[in-house]
T-cell receptor, first 116, second 110 residues
């Protein structure tokens, strides 16, 4: 069974640029969630996709957007990058029985984004 | 506002010295309390899910317990390889997201 994978591992961008991060969910999982983790902090929820529809969003501006594809892989897009966007971006997948069912989320290794 | 608070922020133990990590939560309609282990620069690794007060789960030297307001992660006779940051998270409210604490950084010295 393949776990959650993310690409790229590391990324360096400059302020104002756009970035796309990718995630392949664990085999059989239908839900993907994205989190941002700043240094020394716990992960913060960005949004979640369930069967290709966004079904929850945290306190992040619209320049953070995403997609989920029919094979349940996902992308996170961030436009107009700011210095504060520098963080570890984590993708987590789960086999959801419905929104907010207490399903276990399994995390990928993350993408380290540095904005200069 | 839903919140998860972990204490202490950092904990240093000698090998074999047992201790507990605390996770206090105020999460409306808690549907699950999760513990993860995170090594530096890596993604969180799932440890336990607890669903109801009184529930306990064990894995090797770790044991997680849950009350209506807190969860504890007990570490018995820790080894240096147990050194990591331990994250606690609750799922509740109208969305299926996890609300994380800031973590407890555990260091176990030989």
């Amino acid at each position: 069974e393949t776990g959650v994978t993310q690409s790229p591992t590391h990324l360096i961008k400059t302020r104002g640029q756009q970035v796309t991060l990718r995630c392949s969910s664990q085999s059989g999982h239908n839900t993907v969630s994205w989190y941002q983790q700043a240094l020394g902090q716990g992960p913060q929820f960005i949004f979640q996709y369930y069967r290709e529809e966004e079904n929850g969003r945290g306190n992040f501006p619209p320049r953070f957007s995403g997609l989920q594809f029919p094979n349940y892989s996902s992308e996170l897009n961030v436009n107009a990058l700011e210095l504060d966007d520098s963080a570890l971006y984590l993708c987590a997948s789960s086999l959801s029985r419905g929104v907010g069912a207490g399903d276990t989320q399994y995390f990928g290794p993350g993408t380290r984004l540095t904005v200069l | 506002e839903d919140q998860v608070t972990q204490s202490p922020e950092a904990l240093r133990l000698q090998e074999g010295e047992s201790s507990s990590l605390n996770c206090s939560y105020t999460v409306s309609g808690l549907r699950g309390l999760f513990w993860y282990r995170q090594d530096p620069g890596k993604g969180p690794e799932f440890l336990f899910t607890l669903y109801s007060a009184g529930e306990e789960k064990e894995k090797e030297r770790l044991k997680a317990t849950l009350t209506k307001k807190e969860s504890f992660l007990h570490i018995t006779a820790p080894k240096p390889e147990d050194s990591a940051t331990y994250l606690c998270a609750g799922e509740g409210g109208s969305q299926g997201n996890l609300i994380f604490g800031k973590g407890t950084k555990l260091s176990v010295k030989p």
